[in-house]
């Protein structure tokens, strides 16, 4: 028996040094690093990416933008709400809350959902993409859309759920460096009231 | 443990034994190692290790899954492999018991981009089939085509090559 011990023992020093070598030779990323640091003017959301026109929240949404009317790109509710949001500050804290992601919804920013197939199907955040924290795929259709150098917006179910953040550091190393991450999960955002969709992401088919 | 007659038909049993908990784990381990940030972000899920130290296991545990894979197939060192595996086997175990009693909703991870599945009943109870399997191999050896047998008479106490129906010498020390 004692063999037997020193044996698996063997065996598995050995893999651990291999292990240990591995680790040294290929970096992973397990935290979400801070966004890049902008200069003062604000930045331009992502111009690859079709977005659709964000029409201003209906009633249900309570701040700076709401006695504002609805524009095409909500332009001049966006100049109400830029003295409350900043997106350069937005950015810069990487993580935000349900009204200032819904604000940057406003002025066209991309969203990605990292919830799975089944959870988006059943409902999504308006125009919202589709990456799938559990099958992260780099060749994902939305990824031939989104812009590195523009801002992302990341959301999963809220509350403890760590998917977002796990594409967030998978964008990061494909180069992303305006992500941001809505605390508040989908529900909070149905709840809201602000806009929603069901069924495949935009583009694909069903 | 007596030995009985039969030693060759006993040697198939564990031979497919270690070639079909072996196969697995070495697929498990190569596609770990394919993507060990994936496995990384697997282990952070489990919320039982500080994000610094989750780097070691993400390397460490498939290389660990290969090596003792690759010794059990080949059947060098078959008992000291299985109880390898055994003891990973237990480990995973008790992380999905501990992930289950807290409620989390985690993927197992154990296949990667495959077979992803919700840690619960069904993984435990592979799991624990699993762990049937190492059983035999770590108490008995590892039986017909193991490279054990061709070294010589048990390394670590299992096969040797006297002929079927021998007694065979027990060592089970």
Known sequence: ????????????????????VDSRLRHIQVALAPNAPLGSTVQAP??????????????????????????????????????????????????????????????????VDARTRARFEAGHIAGAFHLPAAQFDINAPALQVLDPQGRVVIYCTGGECDDSESVAIRLQ?????????????????????????????????? | MVSTRCDWRRGLDLCFVRLVLGGLFLFAAVIKLQDPQAFATAIKAFRL??????VWPAFI???????????????LWSRSAALGLALL?????????????????????????FFGQKVGWESLVRNVVFLALAAPVVA??????????????????????TAPGAPRADALD
């Open chain 2, 89 to 113: 086997l237990i480990a995973f175990g008790g992380a999905m018991v501990s992930v289950m009693a807290r409620g989390l909703d985690v993927e197992c991870g154990c296949f990667g981009r």
């Open chain 2, 49 to 54: 290790l500080p994000t610094d130290v989750i």
């Open chain 2, 61 to 75: 545990i498939p290389w660990m899954e290969l090596v003792l894979a690759v010794a059990l197939v080949a059947g």
């Open chain 2, 140 to 161: 008995r050896g590892g039986g017909a085509l193991a490279l054990d047998g061709l070294i010589g008479r048990g390394r670590d106490g299992d096969t040797d090559r």
């Open chain 1, 173 to 206: 190393q494909l180069g992303f460096t305006q992500l941001l991450i809505m605390e508040a999960g989908y529900d909070d955002w149905a709840s809201a009231g602000y806009p929603t969709a069901q069924g495949p992401p935009d583009g694909e088919p069903w």
């Open chain 1, 46 to 111: 992502a111009a690859t990416a079709t977005a659709p026109a964000r029409p201003v929240a209906p009633a249900a949404t309570t701040g700076p933008d709401a006695s504002a009317p609805a524009t095409q790109d909500g332009s001049s509710a966006t100049a109400a709400a830029a003295a409350a949001f900043d997106p350069a500050t937005l950015v810069a804290k990487q993580r935000i809350t349900l009204e200032e992601a819904h604000y940057l919804w406003t002025l066209g920013d991309p969203f």
């Open chain 1, 1 to 20: 028996m004692i063999r037997v011990l020193a044996g698996t023992a063997a065996l598995m020093a050995l893999a651990a040094a291999a292990g240990v």
